[in-house]
């Protein structure tokens, strides 16, 4: 790292901090807006297009992309970056299908949405499954893996790197709320567009060009399709499984739909979702394409890279890291450690913006219905704060987790998701699903999901049936739970248990409601985006 590199992660900084004084001092300036619930946790409800699909995409960007996309091209999994594609047309279904009627409802959380579909159980449920969700693995991993990012790429000891990133970071989402966090995003993903887009060609340029990297690579490295019997990415988990993932994290988890729901219209929800579609396009080739140029560097006579060995085998997460400091000229090395600090701290910030909401909203307001909104905000700045200390004091007990424990506990997101959205899917398109019948639902694929995760976590004292249950491949899993809770909420749905329907009449779908009319300019960028995602299957297959 030269003077040039440290001077541009200053600039960085300075940008978003830049950015953060001036709505913080607009909100304070401003009567209307400094202790206005919808400003802080919403936004005002008036964000635009463009920031909503930056913010969509800088926020999903994360440690798992940084290095966990990398690391898979890297180590030959090349089709882990289907789920970047897929996320393009899921983001079309959120656009299209889901934001009407979100935006319809005027809901803060989507908890509160449930509720106004269901009742205040699944409301409940939803809020905690969703906050300790949020600690015990987003908020923490992150803040791990950006004292990572801190010691290996610029030599600050562990526990200061991460205190860093976390006090940057939760001090601009304190002070400034929704729009802060959005419009911080967009500066974040210029920078980590910028950087990757850099680490790609610099790459490319040192293996001597396309050509020299398709001879060094071979098909398989390139190919987004595997055999159904792959153990990690089987086409028909791919096509059939991942899609009900993304449906729960893209149409119906609060750290995502909070930006879409913050917009000015229906219009500009949906041209942000679209233009985020097309963004998801990039991490392909952003991160698993300069894995796999890492791993074709480390390869030959000369190699470029060499990957550190830990337990006997190469480690490939380090792939990011190493083709950082090992191709690129001054300057740009600052550019690619600002975008991946960049990555860390959007997820971050709209992480602690969404859990604090949702604390706030879904159960402090519950409990004190009576508070005035300049106490609700002061609330979600305190669990913020809150957020900080426990994602810092959960880091100590991460390293004391052995075997990949901790990893494994964060798959229970894809074992609660299936259910989390058949509720939602199935309740928006049915009005004749029953409030019961969805707490059944939730419930059984809870607790399917975590006897699969407990399970597997003793696989090695496991035979007989128990064992083939848990080497079910999680796509396919996720598919089988999802048909199950499915299930569970259509015969369980009894007409005598039925809500008004006046009640619900905003948030089902009903023929005549004629809430999917579009601008013709959405519908013709959705058929592009439609076709790009085709094009690359075809490319890659």
């Keep these: 790292m030269k003077a040039l590199d440290w001077g541009l992660i200053g600039l960085y900084f300075l940008a978003i901090f830049g950015v953060a004084a001036y709505f913080f001092i607009q909100r304070r300036n401003s009567v209307r807006t400094a202790g206005n619930t919808e400003e802080y946790f919403m936004g005002g409800r008036n964000l635009s297009w463009w920031v909503i699909g930056a913010s969509l995409f800088a926020s999903n960007i994360g440690s798992e992309h940084l290095i966990g996309l ?55 449920y939803l809020s905690w499954v969703s906050i300790i969700a949020y600690i015990l693995t987003k908020i923490s991993v992150t803040i791990f893996a950006g004292g990572i990012v801190f010691t290996a790429l610029l030599g600050i000891d562990f526990w200061t790197g991460a205190i860093l990133i976390v006090a940057f970071t939760g001090l601009y989402t304190i002070i400034g709320g929704l729009k802060v966090v959005v419009y911080t995003d967009f500066i974040q993903m210029i920078v980590l567009l910028a ?44 096509i059939f499984g991942a899609p009900i993932l993304g449906v729960w994290y893209w149409c119906t988890d609060q750290f ?23 963004l998801k396009l990039l991490p ?14 480390s390869v030959g006579e000369n190699p470029i890279i060499s990957f550190p ?69 002061r609330v979600g700045q305190i669990s913020t704060v809150v957020l900080v200390l426990l994602g810092i004091a959960w880091i100590p007990l991460m390293e004391l987790i052995k075997g990949g424990l901790f990893q494994k506990l964060q798959s229970i997101q894809a074992y609660i998701s299936p259910p989390i959205a058949a509720v939602f899917l199935i309740g928006i398109f049915s009005r004749k699903i029953t409030a019961k019948a969805a707490k059944i639902s939730l419930l059984t694929g809870a607790v399917l999901g975590t006897g699969r995760l407990i399970l597997e976590l003793n696989q090695d004292q496991l035979s007989g049936p128990l064992l083939y249950f848990t080497s079910i491949n999680f796509l396919h899993f996720a598919v089988l739970l999802f048909v199950i ?46 076709i790009c995602v085709l094009a690359i299957w075809m490319i890659f297959r």
């Excluded at 392909?284 to 560097?297: N, R, S």
């Excluded at 859990?355 to 219905?369: A, G, H, N, Q, V």
């Design 256 to 278: 995502i739909v909070q930006r879409v729901i913050s917009a000015k219209n229906i219009d500009h929800a949906r041209k942000g979702a679209i233009f985020g579609g097309f």
């Design 309 to 377: 060995m830990e337990n006997g085998e190469a480690n490939y997460d380090a792939a990011l890291p190493l083709l950082t400091m090992s191709i690129l000229p001054a300057g740009l090395k600052g550019l690619v450690v600002a975008g991946l600090l960049a990555a860390l701290m959007s997820s971050l910030s709209s992480v602690f913006n969404s859990c604090s909401t949702l604390f706030t909203m879904d159960i402090y307001r519950k409990r004190y219905p009576e508070s005035s909104q300049k106490n609700l905000v």
């Design 284 to 297: 392909l080739f952003l991160f698993v394409v300069p894995g796999t140029i890492a791993l074709a560097l």
């Design 485 to 530: 809770c499915a299930a569970t909420l259509l015969l369980l749905s009894k007409p005598k248990d039925r809500r008004n329907f006046e009640e619900i009449k905003d948030i089902v779908y009903e023929k005549s409601v004629g809430v999917y009319e579009g601008s013709k300019v959405n519908v013709v960028l959705s058929v592009i985006l439609v």
């Design 70 to 124: 990398a690391g898979a091209g890297a180590r030959g999994d090349f089709a882990a970056g289907q789920f970047e594609i897929l996320a393009a047309l899921i983001l079309l279904v959120l656009g299209w299908f889901f934001v009407p009627f979100y935006m319809r409802s005027g809901v803060f959380t989507m908890p509160e949405f449930l509720e106004r579909r269901y009742d205040a159980w699944a409301r409940s």
């Design 195 to 238: 950087g990757s887009i850099a680490l790609t060609y610099f790459g490319l340029q040192e293996l001597g060009g396309l050509e020299a990297f398709r001879a060094k690579t071979s098909p398989e490295n390139l190919s987004l399709w595997r055999d159904v019997n792959d153990p990690n990415f089987p086409w028909t988990g791919i």
